[in-house]
């Protein structure tokens, strides 16, 4: 090395093999796996959670006069008086109306909202649930054979 010549560097390159560690890579999806499968248990828990406590304050909050009605038709159904019962329905009339529903009875200008069956006398056997002009329940009406 007296002569003063440079040797050339020597070469740092290394060859790295990078083989996956399955064993690993399983354990971490199924880690990650299990904790989603957890945060939508809770998730469904909270939500059928907040759902219960939603229809029971919707509950007491209703209409009086709509616990008064099931209350009535029930005792009328218990105690098998069907004049009672038939008091009580007519609760029923009112009680739409405060909701804005309205009975219609049958007529020529609004026969689209009934079926119609045949029958000996002409008459309506229910009224149609009409609210806003839109038909929620058609009725049922009965049309003479004559």
């Known amino acids: 090395m007296a002569s003063g ?3 050339p560097p ?7 093999e990078v083989l ?3 064993e690993r890579i399983y354990r971490l999806f199924h880690a990650a796996v299990v904790s989603m499968d957890q945060d939508l248990a809770d998730l469904e828990r909270r939500e059928a959670w907040e759902e219960s406590h939603r ?3 919707q509950n007491m909050n209703a209409d009086p006069a709509e616990w008064d009605l099931y209350a009535g038709l029930l005792e009328a159904a218990g105690s ?4 009672y019962a038939l008091d009580q329905l007519q609760n029923v009339r009112h009680y739409l109306h405060r909701r804005g529903v309205e009975l219609v009875e049958y007529s ?4 689209e909202w009934f079926d119609v069956m045949p029958a000996e006398q002409d008459g309506r056997l229910r009224p149609a649930l009409v609210c806003g002009g839109k038909v929620l329940k058609r009725g049922l009406a009965g049309l003479g054979t004559h």
């Open 5 to 7: 010549r440079k040797l």
């Open 108 to 111: 020529d200008q609004n026969r």
């Open 10 to 16: 020597k070469s740092r390159e290394q060859q790295v």
């Open 55 to 57: 229809l029971t304050d």
């Open 20 to 22: 996956p560690d399955a």
């Open 80 to 83: 098998g008086d069907g004049e």
